[in-house]
């Protein structure tokens, strides 16, 4: 059982940065494969970025590719989402899940999720 609790949201200027934690109970952490997703305003949870249990691959959504980065401290539990070069359309609420398995780009592939954080993008 893995429990997540998101936090670092809020309200941001277009071109701003912010840094998203989710941080995880359980013993396991370390051998699970993290991932970001979101849901703007009307529209369905997206793929935003992944993380390999090792920390040593990564995968991003095209729309965030080369602004965002996701990276994980298993020691500490926590995996990160770095947002930089934010736009209006960024906004959204960001959820981080777990899955016990390889990284996907599929919500329905992850077991575990956070209740999600609030990101404002105003322009």
């Known amino acids: 059982q893995v429990q997540l609790v998101e936090s670092g949201g809020g309200l941001v200027q277009a071109g701003g940065s912010l840094r998203l934690s989710c941080a995880a109970s359980?013993?396991?952490?370390?051998?699970?494969?993290m991932g970001w997703f979101r849901r703007a305003l009307g529209k369905e949870r997206e793929f935003v970025a992944g993380?390999?249990?090792?920390?040593?691959?990564?995968l991003y959504a095209d729309s965030v590719k080369g602004r965002f980065l996701i990276s994980r401290d298993n020691a500490k539990n926590t995996v990160y989402l770095q947002m930089n070069s934010l736009k209006p359309e960024d906004t959204a609420v960001y959820y981080c899940?777990?899955?016990?398995?390889?990284?996907?780009?599929?919500?329905?592939?992850?077991?575990?999720w956070g209740q999600g954080t609030q990101v404002t993008v105003s322009s």
């Open positions: 899940a777990a899955r016990s398995s390889t990284m996907s780009r599929y919500e329905y592939d992850y077991n575990y």
């Open positions: 359980g013993r396991t952490f370390s051998s699970y494969a």
């Open positions: 993380i390999r249990w090792s920390g040593g691959t990564t």
